[in-house]
Structures are given as C-alpha cells and as structure tokens.
C-alpha cells in the first residue's frame, strides 16, 4: 500500500478525511498571496496597460508545464492574479455589474470546490440536489412565480427562456426594446428564431405605445410572441414600464419575459421592490445574483410560471437517470438544465439568504442605492460635470461638461492604463458617458469624491 503525500504536497485531495489538513495551510498561502497582491497592484486594477500587465504574467507563469513541479507555484500565481486584477471591492473600481463577493458566500463557494459534487444525477450529490430544489422554489416565490433553475447567468438564463417560449408555442418571434441585453437577439440566431423585432426605447426604457403598435402589427402571429422586458437596463440600470408591457402582452395574446438579472436584486428590499411590480405577470425571469446578490460567479436563475414548461428539458441517459431508478424513487435532475456536469452554485446562495435573511440582503440593497444617489448629488452640484438622469437602481451616468465624446472615452482609458480608477461607458441620446456601477456597499462618501476628483483631474482642460 503506498504512503500518501505528505500534507503540504500538491497532489493531497481536497476532501476525505485528510481534505481538512491538506487544505488548511494551503489556505493560509492562498490568503498571504491575495493580500501580497492587492498591496504590490496599489489600486482598483494594475496599471500600465495591456502589455504591461501581459508580461507581468508571463514573468510570473514562466514555463505553463514544467518537466518537475514548482512548490511555490500557488503562492506565485495567486498573487499574480492578484496584482493583476481589477478588485470590485475597491471603490474605485465602479465599472460593470461586477460585486464584490461576501465573504461568507466565498467560503461556502470553498466547500464545493472541495466535495465536487454534480447535479446530473442524485447519487453524486444527495444533499445538494435537494438543497438546490428547496432554495431555486423558494428564490421563484421572491419573485411571484413557481419554480426557478440554476444557471451560469444572465445570457444562459435569456437563452433558456427563448427556448421554453419556442418549444411552449410551437414556435415564437422575439420581441425586445432597444435597450435589451444584447444576449437576447443572439439567442434568437442561437436558436434559428427569425429575427427579432425591435421596438424603440427613446429613454432609455421600452416605449409601451410603439410596442402595442409592434403587437398589432404582428397580430397574424398571436399565441407565437415572445416579447422581452428589461428590469435593470446595462446601460443606465433603468427598469421598463413593467405593468404596462404585462398588460399589452395579455391584451395581445403574447408570451412575456423579462430580464431581471441587473435589477432582480431589488426584491430583497422593502424601499425598493415595488419598481419590479408586474414581475409576477411574466412567463418567465432572469435573475441573477453575483450582480445585486454579491455572490462570486456564477448565480443565475431562470425563474418560470408555469413548471410544465421545464418538462421541454427533460433527457434519458440510463447511466444518469435509468427507469427503474427513477421509478424506485431516485431523483432525476436530468431536466434541470442544459447542462450535464454542473457544480452545486446554490450552496453559496442559500448560505448567503441564511446568513444574512432577507433584511441583511435588503439593507445591502438599500446602501448601494442610496450611494448613488449621493454620487448623482455630487455630480449635479459640480460645475465641472453633467449628470444623465438620477439613478434608479445603483448606476450613475456622467460627463465632464463640455467634453466630446472622444475626450469623455480618453479619459477613461487613461484612468484605466495608470490603474487608477475602473469606469465604464454607455451611449444614450447620441452621447458618450461615463458609467458609475455602485455595487461596494462598503463605499463611503469620500470615495465618491475622490473618484470625482481623478476624473476631474484626467479631464483635458
């Protein structure tokens, strides 16, 4: 019987009864190598650019498969990453819909990384597949529907709810705002949809009086309609008239999605959740908790109506869910997902609802909300800057005043390239914007002024 490695090699296994010890001082690695990182990066994200940050990684990989193993390999290469990130929990860091994950929702995410359970089929993972069945019910009652299922995000979800609509409907024509995730036109090619119909969205939000033109226009096509709503737009986090479209779609016979994944996160809020009325009118939801959910990637769900619709996925392979198992009382998770092998994410969410309850979750809702709010008051008292609108979620859009769009996109790049602050940008009413998503909820008033302070400062006088 050969001896195994001793507990600081390697190749020691995560779990068994030695997983606890192999793991514990390559844990305290892990943990130096983060915090070497952040403190040799200096800033929300490493400066220097592209080929700056590209050969820093070269450097620090040196050969990809070396002939003898390296010991310090772990150390090396996390803190590599590390120094090279881009940290959303840095409040400079204020790009995309990118959370910085809590901390108890990364520990739990350790736990599954670990055991390596997948939910093809119950005897992989026992607890897991219940656990999963009790929290994606539970997260589709949130949102007034019936049952939910796991998902690697917001693109998977949209492209799932397409196609449940085309199986449902014998076939189904989108119909989405301007404004719509671009996921939901590329799923329509995905699935050789004919092309999508797109209906204006001059705010910002999809315009009720040019969809129901849209609809009658398109009434020969009644009962095959899959009209796309957004609740929490990339752009500007606007969220479309949602009662309205749930009324034209009933009025017209049309099926109705809509594409919560930004916004869904606002349900967890007393002070906020009623901007997502007209939620529980849809056929199906896209939610999505590592944006407003503060979970590491990934955490879609795609929340459904009607449970029948799932039945669409269900599959038969005799290794993973053979009939007389099933029959014998075996779950079988076969139609859960497109996927086959799939990690149990929901340990991490249902961890997180546990933890925190639905008023912790709320009152981290409700501190990135009024963050921008606070940020949009800055702006607005400033002569140097303009403000699109006020924000109706977390997103804040800018500009330096006067600027051309030209300048508005150099400065972000040059904030970028010396690593000194992470923004994004977005076109609306023909401009150029720069784009503030406050999802730190750890951010603090003076943050917001200095982020001001260096865009100033990075503007062209």
Known sequence: ?????????????????????????????????????????????????????????????????????????????????????????????????????????????????????????????????????????????????????????????????????????????????????????????????????????????????ALHSALTDLGGARGSLLVAATAGTTDAGLIDPLPEIAGLCAAHGARLHIDAAHGGGLLFSERHRDKLTGLEAAHTVTLDLHKLGWQPVAAGLLAVRHPRDLAVLHQRADYLNAGDDTEAGLPDLLGRSLRTTRRPDVLKIAVTLKALGRRGLGALVDQVCSRAREFADLIHDHPGFELHDRPTISTVLFRPAGATDDAVAAVRRRLLTEGRAVLGRARLDDRLWLKATLLNPDTRTEDLAALLKLVEGSTPR
């Open 1 to 209: 019987m050969s001896t195994p490695p001793p507990p600081e090699h390697p190749a020691r296994l995560a779990s068994g009864p030695d997983g606890p010890h192999a793991l514990r001082p390559l844990l305290d690695t892990v943990l130096d190598a983060l915090d070497s990182g952040r403190r040799a990066r200096g800033g929300p994200l490493p400066a220097g650019g592209p080929e700056a940050v590209a050969a820093r990684v070269r450097d620090a990989v040196g050969e990809v498969l070396p002939e003898h193993g390296d010991p310090d390999a772990l150390r090396g290469l996390v803190h590599a990453l590390a120094e090279g990130a881009a940290d959303p929990a840095d409040p400079l860091c204020a790009a995309h819909l990118h959370c910085p994950p809590l901390a108890v929702a990364t520990a739990a995410d350790l736990a599954v990384s670990a055991l390596n359970p997948s939910l093809d089929s119950w005897d992989q993972a026992p607890a897991a597949s219940e656990l999963e069945a009790l929290v994606t019910r539970t997260l589709a009652h949130e949102a007034g529907l019936a049952d939910s299922v796991v998902t690697t995000g917001g693109t998977e979800s949209n492209q799932l709810a397409l196609l449940l609509a085309r199986e449902s409907c014998g076939g189904v024509r989108l119909v989405c705002g301007a404004n719509a995730h671009h996921s939901l036109p590329r799923a329509a090619w995905l699935l050789g949809l004919p092309e999508p119909v797109v209906v204006p969205a001059p705010s910002g939000t999809l315009d009720p009086a």
